[in-house]
């Protein structure tokens, strides 16, 4: 069998089998299928490079720090993802996605009440997040505390855009 040079396949090939995917690229291909459960990965892994990458420039980088943790939660480490965010507290404990990002992975653990107090100190960091106000509303209205949680998702309602309200009237209308 004779060898044919192909660039184009070659290159293919290269890209398959040694480079990983950019961010960029990885998230395009979410966008397309978010159900792809290779795309989630390839989507984790291209963030924990960067995340390591950026670290290696500056490990006091709270973002550096909410990168990596964002990673290991894609991919199912919550608990490195929830070091990682703890980390970057350390570093910059004024950065509010930090916050949110622990109690995302504290409330995907089943540890509520933590993940509730770190949505709260998100909150007073940056108030106008309507994101914040929207993970506190619902991890509130699960564990009971109906008012509560509605008064959450009418702050987010007002922070948000219109279009952006379908998910909100359905947890009030739920509650």
């Known amino acids: 069998m004779k060898f044919v040079y192909n660039e184009e396949k070659n290159e293919a090939m290269r890209h398959l089998l040694i480079m990983q995917p950019t961010v960029e690229e990885a998230k395009a291909k979410l966008?397309?299928?978010d159900t792809d459960a290779?795309?989630?990965?390839?989507y984790g892994t291209a963030l924990s490079l960067v995340g390591k990458a950026l670290l290696e420039k500056d490990e006091t980088d709270a973002y550096a720090w909410y990168v990596y943790g964002k990673a290991l939660s894609l991919q199912k480490d919550y608990e490195g993802a929830i070091e990682a965010?703890?980390?970057g507290i350390v570093y910059d404990p004024f950065y509010a996605p930090n916050y949110f990002g622990r109690?995302?992975?504290q409330n995907a653990m089943r540890r509520t009440w933590p993940a509730l107090a770190d949505y709260t100190v998100a909150i007073h960091l940056d108030s106008d997040n309507w994101t914040y106000w929207y993970y506190r509303a619902?991890?509130?209205n699960m564990n009971g505390h109906l008012e509560e949680s509605i008064d959450d998702f009418r702050e987010c309602m007002r922070l948000s855009n219109p279009a952006e309200h379908y998910p909100l009237i359905h947890w009030i209308?739920?509650?």
């Open 85 to 87: 965010h703890s980390r």
């Open 103 to 105: 109690g995302r992975r």
């Open 38 to 42: 290779a795309a989630w990965y390839e």
């Open 31 to 33: 966008d397309k299928d």
């Open 173 to 175: 209308y739920t509650t």
């Open 138 to 140: 619902t991890s509130l």
